[in-house]
């Protein structure tokens, strides 16, 4: 698996999370590590990346995070990128053409951003022979404008629906199953309406890939905590717990979306904590 990195952000620490506290900050800023979390503990770091996974001569992409060249005059930081991150895919030694699956967890402004690319004005699939996977649920949820929120606003119509459009998309409640051998599809929703956290397995080898169930590693130790961007919150706060328990039950690989420094770890029960041991 190869983290594909677009860009790392550094996020006020009380704007992702509206819990934060300075007594928080001084308690787990030593475990962090300056990876994570600014010297006086005010910003925290997060990534923007994708998850390159070829497996049993498949080329598979976990989301595709922001993309270039997109009008999100919301939202500063993707708006108009011109990121590496294409260059970044390529130096591991992939082209867009040999994507066989873009594996999509929810549909976030910096999770489908190079779902497309603009060719003559029009925005389209950035990888033309790749099976996409999509939430159907999600997808309708997202596709009345008065559900999305302000930081994903004009996603669906660029990176999303240009997809659907050209035949690529299969459904991951109705014909997901069985295409990626391995591959187990879990519903995580709370961040978003149909959030999915995806597991992969391998031989011995337990893998699971858990979208925006949590943004920053400190959330191991405060799951309580919804980010800003949690659209609702009982529900990702039940879905971060299962999907602690999910990997510290069966000492899985934990993927993430977010987090900064190893972005990879495995989860394991401390005096009825979590912790995080990154890889
Ligand atoms: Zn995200």
Redesign the pocket.
């Known amino acids: 698996m190869t983290r594909i990195t677009e860009q790392i952000l550094a996020v006020p620490s009380n704007y992702l999370y509206p819990e934060w506290s300075a007594e928080a900050g001084k308690q787990h800023a030593n475990w962090l590590g300056a990876d994570h979390i600014s010297d006086d503990h005010q910003t925290l770091a997060l990534s923007?990346h994708a998850w390159l996974i070829q497996i049993a001569g498949k080329v598979i992409l976990i989301d595709t995070a922001s993309g270039n060249a997109k009008q999100r005059p919301l939202n500063p930081v993707f708006h108009e990128l011109n990121s590496p991150w294409m260059d970044n895919l390529r130096a591991a030694g992939v082209t867009p053409e040999q994507v066989d699956y873009v594996v999509i967890t929810h549909l976030?402004v910096?999770?489908v951003g190079w779902n497309t690319v603009q060719r003559n004005g029009k925005w389209v699939p950035t990888f033309p022979n790749a099976t996409y996977l999509f939430s159907r649920a999600e997808y309708d949820f997202y596709s009345d404008p008065a559900n999305v929120e302000d930081p994903s606003v004009g996603v669906f119509e660029d990176s999303v629906q240009p997809i659907v459009e050209a035949g690529l998309v299969r459904w991951i409640e109705t014909e997901a199953k069985g295409l990626i051998p391995g591959l187990g599809f879990h519903m995580t929703k709370g961040h978003s309406h149909a959030h999915y956290s995806f597991s992969l397995a391998s031989g011995d080898a337990l893998a699971l890939f858990t979208?925006?169930v949590m943004?920053h590693p400190i959330q191991v130790k405060t799951p309580q905590w919804n980010s800003v961007?949690c659209e609702f919150g009982a529900d990702a706060q039940r879905s971060r717990l299962w999907a602690l328990n999910y990997a510290a039950d069966r000492d899985a690989l934990f993927f993430t979306?977010?987090f900064a420094g190893s972005s990879v770890g495995r989860v394991r029960r401390l005096d009825n904590q979590f912790e995080w041991i990154a890889q």
Do not use: E, L, T, Y
Request: proline content about 0%.
């Open positions: 923007v976030h910096d999770h979208g925006d943004h961007f979306s977010h």
